[in-house]
């Protein structure tokens, strides 16, 4: 099978699985380039979401399809999911035993998929993969992950709220086509695990203790 019918598979199994939380709630599995060669992880489906059955579709989703186009790419290019694939009650944040919950299926997408780059969106969707790690200190940083590079966003959520917030997630979103053309160089190199950005002092010791 192509990526497309595994994906559809894993669709299909979590459907059937009624040991998921948050049953009560549409399932929002993800969507975009199965091929894709970045992956946008956000924390949970919010209320449009649930209600279209698609990730990211309500103002912060708006804002996302804005900064993929202004880096040149198109939604359709990239895949967008979440880590629970349910809404929590009130867009509340996601509870410990859900992230558990979702987890295989997330892992079975990325798996499946394969990206060279996940840019997280959001603390939940970064201490996912990096429990150590702080979203104010964190965000923009190139790290490694597996054999992925991994880029902590904020959630176009919060860049919504805050001018700051907003200007950092931009500068920071314009990180991901440089790292996707410089991958390979950086696979290569990678027990150096020196950041894409990186700075002189001690900015610079600060990122490097996180790989």
Known sequence: MNKTELLNKLL???NKDTSLPLHEANLVFGEGNADADVLFIGEAP????????????????????KLI?????KRNNVYITNIVKR???ENRDPLPGEIAA?????MKQIEIIDPKIIATLGRFAMNYFIPAAKISRDQGKILWWKNKLLIPLYHPAAALRSTRFSDDLR??????PIALDRFE?????????KPIDEKKGEEENEQKTLF
């Open 69 to 73: 186009e202004d880096v040149g790419w």
């Open 185 to 193: 160089e950086f696979l290569n190199d990678k027990n150096s695990r």
């Open 87 to 89: 809404r929590p009650p």
């Open 102 to 106: 979702y987890s295989p299926y997330l």
């Open 171 to 176: 500068l920071n979103f314009a990180k991901l």
């Open 12 to 14: 299909l199994e979590m």
């Open 46 to 65: 919010g209320f449009y979401e649930d209600r279209d059955g698609r990730p990211f579709v309500g103002r912060a989703g708006k804002l996302l399809d």
